[in-house]
């Protein structure tokens, strides 16, 4: 991809609040506050600039770090959520958290989820590590 390619990622406060799992209230809050910079386009509408908006969701994603939190990990990707099913079978059990707009499942051993306490309601994180991640262009 060229850099002219990079320049037309532009979006509207819709699409971005969408993109950061957050309402377009909170998105012109935040533009109107300073906190993330917007342009009008030649409706009137903000835009925002692709780079822009991801190195803003870089700035609110560290405070999730796991080093900020006090607990050291190698793996970086981090999804806080509740948890929302948890099936237990004889030796593992299958978990299901909502983090934001995302559904994230695992696999772990029974006596894993038990000594977590994970039932639905219970706030839980999903810490993923992975060397085969699939990237989607949307």
Known sequence: MGQTDRSVN???????AAMLGVSADT???WVDAGRLEA????HGHRIIAGARLAAFARELARPENAEAEGRPSSARNRFPGIVTNVILGDVAAQVEIQAGPFRVVSLISRDSAEELGLVPGAPATAV????NVVIERS
Not at 10 to 16: D, N
């Open 128 to 131: 993923i590590k992975s060397t």
């Open 27 to 29: 998105m012109r809050r």
């Open 39 to 42: 342009e009008r386009d030649e």
């Open 10 to 16: 532009r979006y509207r406060i819709g699409e971005a």
